[in-house]
């Protein structure tokens, strides 16, 4: 079925043609595609590649040694590829032998003597050039087709072993790399397995074809090929040095693209405080400085592939001038025979010699750096976990033991993460976790799962761990998945879980219930949905032990108290359990309490006995100004957040999801991601000139047309010069005007093929540099709905993978394209003029050509869209996975995880196998018909006995040129599908202008007054509505609290404010309706301390102050505000020091003060709270609090909180739900209704914390009544 051609049946490819049949009447879909043979799938290669690495890794280990990567590669696939040699240099042989025959049929010719003449001679003669022609056809497609597919076998084996390693980074090793790197592994790097099978052979083929044609040219002129020769081999060594350029600029290109896809990553990551603090700017210039620096190294090795194919070009034109001089200059007479003979032989090395080895050469360089890349990375820390799960017998045994433990995240630094920790947890009993901010509580759980290895001490695990992080995680899917977590759905268990996790009524609400799909980044679901999500999965999984990371933080005080009574001590109640919490309410109920400070063990015990010994909870928890410093360096597994819904079919169908789910629930969801548009067609000319005006002018273009006439015009003088005129000089002429003229049309030739080439090269890498700025602002500017229905993965396919083709591939093929078609134009011209009964066979050949290649686009196009749209999963699958690592290894998943990143792997593989095929069935039928026209010529010639030489020579060239030109038309659509889906991106909706021409007062807003007047508001156009008809007014300097249930549209109220979204209705500050300005006027006058903290990659520095707008004194001073001043001085460089990816070696917390100082260097009138303590201690809150109220008491504050104490002292609060207002007053007056939400919100936080929430109430409206009535005094 998948063969290449049999003897029994010699058409090539069969099997492609109903897939050509079905591509010629409609668009081809994912179904149409051939499912991968076994021998080609990703799990296999990979494993395959897997053993002989790790083989090669314990020998090097032996031996004391690095190990080599490329030694693994060759012992795996040595075989298989050697024995394609053969069928390289049988075809190189060819080519060699057909001048041969060539020289002897016009030989035949020339002396013809009717009387003698023996016709069967002549017969063989031509019998032999079209045997060699169709041989030479066949040869070179089993060939590539075989190569190309080892080129595959190897990317792919190479992404199995890339995404399996990156399962089992450690912590350190986490540190080392970024997201970006591996994504740009994936994307680019293990591309140059695919292109170096294809050359890598010509090495050694490349220098015995040389000897053969050296031993043919001598015989036929004698020394006078050894001037061409030496023209010829002095190129070599110039293509060597090429080589060692082009690796070197190949290395820097790849450090830049890493640097530009990282920063890419964490910009789509963090958009949403992009816009709200208005940053695109300073990003747009972080990104824009690494992208010029990036097009400069890739600009410099572009002009070395012109001058590559300059030299290609040109190299012919030189040799056989030189070679003729010489020849004619010692006294020779040149005959038709010979020219053509020699002509044919330098043409046939020439290929070989000029580009096919120069080209090893660069893609051998390109590949050892790439593999140096992909070696460093596979020789990082893996993560080792050592214990051993419980039988079922011994699952009442589970039990966590912990003595004396010391740990680093990070040895440079003098004190340990964890010091002097010690704890035994047993079945049913829970352990709690409190401490203030960066106290080690998350590297506490760290340690138990084996993400942070211990330096000392005793570290026992019985049984099988679960895990809820502190950030929720999500993976694209279903709830249903999510929760599932690729265990078997068990109806009664399942419903229960729901119901611990507080998710029944959530699931009621949503169209799909459990059935509705997760946008990226669980941009569907609210903060709260997502923690419960998160925990529900951990609950559902019925493991032995239960580490739990605050799950209660990101949820109301009434979801809270029922996730603590029926999830953490109801269905889990029997359960060895560690929770993390700031939630001191709770700690009664605790049968453990472990009080952590800056790494240090302060207490333990149960409640009574810490409270007995004197304990103070509130008092350990406070976090003193000169004690504050030591951070905690959290796990690093977060990365970034993406999804993919690109289906994968029946690969995956049972990985990450359940198999036949009952049938009580609905059957598909309705899917709130958008699927990845493909375009259907031709590629337009619009496209094209779209293409061409990004990187040149209107003058330009015209320079460009005239610079490709006129080097294209003097070719052809040239090939007129000497294949028409050296062959008629008369025996007494002037040979020395003949040689004049060669001489200064070479020179000509020269001087404009390369500058044709430089210029191509430079104006289509600037049009991917503009491409990319195009496309890179307008993300910046198009609305945060685009982000949440596309995951991450597909975002950065385009800036990857499409932006890495834009960058070299297309140019490459677009520049060979031209020059083949313009040669074609010049051999045709040239020989019609000469030979005019040439363009009978040509006629037909071309009308054939263009008919085929219509035919083959129709498919091809399609394949290589649905190629492109099969690459984003890949990217997104590894996102994700990164982003949850410690999840999926706390649940021992990686081997699921495994199973669907190899699925989206065959996915892409069937795709591209099919485009490489399909390009091969092409070039096939090309070549056969080249075969037949240069059959019909060559036995034409038998009849005509005119030009015979000419004729044939024109018919070999013409075959290669046509058939090559017709397929690199081909390609250069095929790849222009790339600038496609670029312009695509450079045409996305934009949101409303930065600035107008309507600008505020300049000490706007100066009050600080915000009025909703019946404001609406939908994150899409067809989308729900989330806030109805709201109407209220926040006064100059109110502090207003924001309450409701989860989901209630808290956060909605704050994306209208900033108008992510455009809302219906007005909002009005300090008299400008807000409608009115522009974005950047209106987002930089405010400050958010948003709910997902987020610390770019970049200086603390630039972390705090992207536009260097404060003095060191400043930033100091707003570190101390925020009690993280003493953490900052003790980083290597302070202000200087490089943060990780998305701040990952912070703690949760310190990153959301790190947003706290942010809004108190920025000094605005208006201040947002999303939320943003709900990941600290109270202590620290409560010195938030008291930063809060006196740096922002001239402010107007909106806090959105589920800790009610949070919010308890606001002037008024506003209670939200289901998207209306349904209470807004002062909190002592809310307190007076008992059947308010308000009031039933108080009464579920305990009985102590209730009465010291109306207390704070009653002081709270004694304190106004007490300022009223001053100022009523005043007034009177």
């Not at 052979?201 to 015995?208: D, K, M, S």
């Not at 051998?364 to 893996?382: C, G, N, P």
């Not at 009434?558 to 001590?569: A, K, N, Y």
């Not at 406070?622 to 504050?628: I, Q, R, V």
Request: charged residues 20%.
């Amino acid at each position: 079925f998948w063969k290449f051609s049999t003897f029994s049946n010699p058409n090539p490819l069969p099997w492609l043609n109903p897939l050509f049949r079905i591509g010629s009447k409609r668009r081809l879909e994912e179904d149409d595609m051939y499912k991968v043979l076994p021998e080609d799938g990703s799990k296999r290669l990979g494993e395959e590649l897997q053993s002989y690495w790790d083989q090669e890794v314990e020998k090097a280990t032996k031996e004391l040694r690095t190990p080599k990567l490329t030694k693994a590669i060759i012992r795996c696939y040595w075989r298989s590829y050697a024995v394609l040699g053969v069928f390289t240099l049988i075809e190189e042989m060819i080519k060699v032998i057909q001048p041969v025959f060539l020289g002897k049929l016009i030989l035949y010719f020339e002396s013809y003597n009717p009387d003698n003449a023996e016709l069967y001679e002549a017969y063989g003669y031509a019998a032999g050039v079209s045997l060699s022609t169709l041989g030479l056809a066949l040869l070179h497609h089993l060939y590539f087709y075989h190569v190309q597919r080892a080129g595959m076998k190897i990317r792919i084996a190479m992404c199995h072993m890339i995404y399996r390693k990156a399962l089992c980074l450690s912590a350190t090793a986490m540190g080392q790399t970024t997201t970006g790197q591996i994504v740009n592994l994936l994307s680019n790097d293990v591309n140059k397995f695919d292109e170096v099978t294809i050359f890598l052979h010509f090495l050694w083929v490349a220098p015995l074809q040389a000897a053969a044609v050296i031993g043919l040219l001598w015989q036929e002129i004698g020394a006078s090929c050894l001037a061409g020769m030496a023209v010829l081999f002095f190129l070599m060594p110039l293509q060597t040095i090429f080589g060692k350029l082009f690796s070197k600029y190949r290395s820097k290109t790849a450090a830049f693209t890493d640097s530009r896809i990282r920063t890419m990553n964490e910009v789509v990551s963090g958009i949403r405080i992009i816009k709200m603090y208005a940053w695109e700017k300073p990003f747009a210039a972080l990104v824009n400085d690494v992208r010029r620096k990036e097009i400069s190294k890739i600009m410099s090795s572009s002009y070395l592939r012109g001058l590559n194919m300059a030299s290609f070009f040109t190299a012919n034109k030189i040799i056989l001038f030189v070679t003729f001089t010489v020849y004619v200059l010692v006294g020779n007479k040149i005959s038709a025979s010979r020219v053509f003979v020699t002509v044919s032989l330098y043409s046939a090395v020439r290929l070989t010699v000029t580009l096919f080895f120069p080209a090893a050469i660069e893609k051998v360089s390109e590949s050892a750096i790439s593999i140096r890349r992909i070696k460093k990375f596979l020789l990082l820390d893996e993560l080792v976990k050592a214990h051993v799960p419980l039988t079922q017998e011994d699952k009442k045994e589970a039990s966590v033991e912990i003595q004396d433990l010391i740990c680093y995240w990070d040895k440079t630094l003098d004190a340990p993460t964890l010091q002097n920790v010690s704890f035994t947890v047993k079945p049913g009993q829970l352990l709690a976790v409190i401490g203030p901010v960066g106290a080690g509580k998350s590297s506490l759980l760290s340690t138990v799962l084996e993400e942070l290895p211990a330096e000392k001490g005793v570290i026992k695990v019985k049984g099988e761990l679960t895990y809820a992080s502190q950030q929720p995680w999500v993976f694209p899917g279903t709830i249903r998945s999510n929760i599932l977590f690729g265990k078997e759905l068990q109806p009664q268990r399942y419903e229960s879980v729901l119901r611990a996790c507080a998710l029944k009524r959530d699931m009621e609400l949503l169209p799909d219930g459990d059935l509705t799909v997760i946008g990226d980044r669980g941009a569907t679901l609210s903060g709260g949905q997502k923690a419960r999500v998160n925990l529900a999965r951990a609950v559902y999984q019925d493991a032995d032990i239960y580490l739990l990371d605050d799950p209660l933080s990101a949820v109301d005080a009434e979801v809270g108290r029922h996730l603590f009574e029926q999830c953490i001590c109801g269905i889990l109640k029997e359960k060895p359990r560690i929770l993390v919490t700031h939630q001191l309410q709770y700690l009664k109920a605790a049968d453990q309490i472990l009080v952590l400070k800056e790494g240090h063990m302060v207490a333990r015990g149960t409640y009574s006995e810490l409270q007995q010994s004197g304990v103070d909870f509130t008092s350990l928890l406070k976090k003193d100004e000169e004690e504050e410093g030591e951070k905690e360096e959290a796990p690093r597994s977060p990365r970034i957040r993406t999804i993919s819904q690109n289906s994968v079919r029946s690969h995956s169908s049972s990985v990450l999801s359940v198999k036949d789910e009952s049938d009580q629930l609905p059957a598909e969801p309705v899917h709130t991601m958008a699927e990845e548009t493909r375009t259907e067609g031709t590629i337009g000319l619009r496209m094209y000139w779209k293409y061409f005006r990004a990187g040149a002018n209107v003058i330009m273009l015209i320079l460009f047309v005239l610079l490709n006439l006129l080097a294209q015009a003097f070719y052809i003088l040239h090939d007129w010069c000497t294949n028409v005129d050296m062959l008629h000089v008369p025996p007494n002429g002037n040979g020395d005007l003949c040689i004049l003229c060669s001489s200064g049309l070479t020179g000509a030739t020269i001087i404009f093929g390369f500058m044709r080439s430089l210029f191509m090269f430079n104006a289509l890498v600037s049009s991917a540099e503009t491409l990319h700025n195009r496309m890179f602002n307008s993300i910046l500017r198009t609305p945060v709905r685009f982000f949440d229905i596309n995951p991450i993965g597909r975002i950065l396919n385009r800036f990857a993978k499409d932006i890495g083709h834009l960058d070299s591939l297309l140019p490459w093929t677009f520049v060979d394209f031209i020059q083949v078609f313009l040669q074609i134009i010049g051999v045709v011209a040239v020989a019609s003029s000469v030979i005019p009964w040439i363009l009978i066979p040509v006629l037909p050949l071309l009308i054939s050509f263009l008919f085929l290649r219509r035919y083959f686009l129709r498919t091809s196009r399609d394949v290589k869209r649905i190629e492109s749209t099969t690459r984003s999963p890949v990217f997104s699958h590894l996102s994700s996975s990164l982003q949850g690592l410690c999840t999926i290894r706390a649940f021992k998943a990686e081997e699921r995880f495994q199973q669907t990143f190899d699925a989206h792997q065959d996915l892409h593989s069937e795709a591209w196998f099919l485009f490489l095929t399909t390009s091969r069935w092409f070039a096939v039928r090309l070549d056969g018909m080249c075969s037949v026209f240069v059959t019909i010529t060559a036995f034409g010639c038998l009849l005509l006995k005119d030009n015979v030489g000419l004729a044939l020579s024109y018919a070999v060239t013409l075959m290669g040129m046509f058939q090559w030109g017709v397929r690199q038309s081909a390609e250069v659509e095929n790849m222009m599908t790339s600038v496609e889906r670029v312009v695509e991106y450079t045409e996305l909706e934009s949101e409303a202008p930065w600035e107008t021409q309507k600008r505020p007062p300049p000490d706007w807003p100066n009050r600080g007054l915000i009025t909703f007047d019946k404001v609406n508001f939908s994150y899409s156009s067809d989308g729900p509505v989330v806030l109805k008809n709201i109407s209220a007014m926040f006064r100059p300097r109110e502090k207003v609290g924001i309450v409701g249930r989860t989901g209630a549209g808290k956060s909605s109220l704050i994306s209208a404010l900033f108008r992510l979204m455009e809302p219906e209705g007005k909002i009005i500050v300090d008299g400008v309706l807000t409608s009115e300005i522009g974005l950047h006027d209106l987002r930089q006058k405010m400050s958010i301390i948003p709910q997902d903290p987020m610390l770019f990659t970049g200086t603390m520095r630039k972390n705090l102050d992207p536009f260097s707008q404060h003095s060191d004194h400043d930033l100091w001073k707003a570190l101390e505000e925020v009690q993280l001043k003493a953490a900052v001085e003790e980083l290597p460089n302070k202000l200087e020091t490089e943060l990780a990816e998305s701040g990952s070696n912070f703690s949760v917390g310190q990153r959301q003060l790190v947003c706290l100082a942010r809004a108190v260097l920025r000094k605005n009138r208006i201040l947002i709270i999303d939320e943003a303590t709900a990941n600290v201690d109270p202590r620290t809150d409560e010195l938030i609090q008291k930063t809060i109220r006196d740096k922002f008491k001239e402010c107007t504050v909106l806090t959105i909180a589920h800790r009610l104490n949070t919010i308890i002292d606001s002037d008024r609060i506003l209670v939200l739900d289901a998207g209306r207002i349904q209470e807004y007053d002062a909190p002592h007056v809310l307190l007076q209704n008992q059947n308010g939400i308000f009031y039933k919100m108080v009464q579920q936080t305990g009985k102590a914390e209730v009465a010291s929430l109306l207390q704070t109430a009653k002081q709270v409206s004694l304190k106004h009544f007490r300022l009223n009535y001053f100022i009523a005094l005043i007034i009177l």
